[in-house]
């Protein structure tokens, strides 16, 4: 279950054990399920990283989440309020947004997509925020950060995470959250997604393909 490619980090051998046994106590539903909680990490390899999107906790509606901030399967409708925001924005930024919530071809390109907190209870947001997860968002940025990267950082509980960014040659971009309490708080008109684009060409290095 621990993706191999990450099982170096400490958070596996020092806080994954005490997590995985309050998990198995928990008397109400945990989402997403057990064999996607490290999905993120499976499909982008710190070798392959090229930005990250740090996300907050996992969706609390049962179907929805799947193991990647933001992301849903293809077949939910409507999308989340926050992955609508998001599309918006990247519509207005680039002219074009993908055509289902499925956010997995980004991942396959090196975005991390990567949620502060990686189970939620069904039903209610934020319940696991106790649990000690976010050491593991601290020690994937410090491992990412030590070559070029490019961070989005929505909301507050991103950008708390900062300070574990190695000094760098990273685009750092933090935002408001898009959530449909904050998106209009500095969320719209962020253009995040040409930013990274521009940047990773400055570099010589292919574009993501958002849309696709």
């Not at 099982?7 to 046994?21: N, Q």
Request: charged share 15%; proline share 10%; hydrophobic share 40%.
């Amino acid at each position: 279950m621990i993706p191999e490619a990450w099982a170096h980090l400490p958070f596996f051998s020092r806080d994954w054990p005490r997590i995985a046994a309050a998990l198995s106590n928990e008397t109400r539903a945990v989402l997403p399920p057990e064999a996607q909680r490290f999905a993120a990490l499976t499909l982008t390899p710190p070798s392959a990283v090229r930005a990250v999107i740090l996300g907050q906790d996992p969706y609390p509606t049962p179907g929805h989440a799947h193991g990647l901030a933001f992301s849903v399967e293809p077949d939910v409708s409507p999308l989340p309020r926050s992955l609508r925001n998001i599309f918006a924005e990247m519509s207005a930024d680039i002219g074009a947004c993908p055509g289902n919530g499925d956010l997995r071809p980004w991942a396959r390109q090196g975005v991390l997509l990567l949620n502060t907190c990686l189970t939620v209870p069904a039903g209610s947001a934020g319940g696991h925020s106790g649990l000690g997860w976010q050491r593991l968002a601290q020690e994937v940025l410090a491992e990412v950060s030590q070559r070029p990267c490019a961070f989005l950082l929505w909301g507050g509980h991103a950008q708390a995470l900062r300070g574990h960014i190695r000094d760098g040659d990273h685009l750092i971009v933090e935002t408001a959250h898009p959530s449909p309490l904050s998106a209009r708080r500095g969320f719209f008109g962020s253009r995040p997604f040409s930013r990274v684009n521009g940047w990773l060409t400055a570099r010589g290095r292919p574009p993501i393909n958002w849309t696709g």
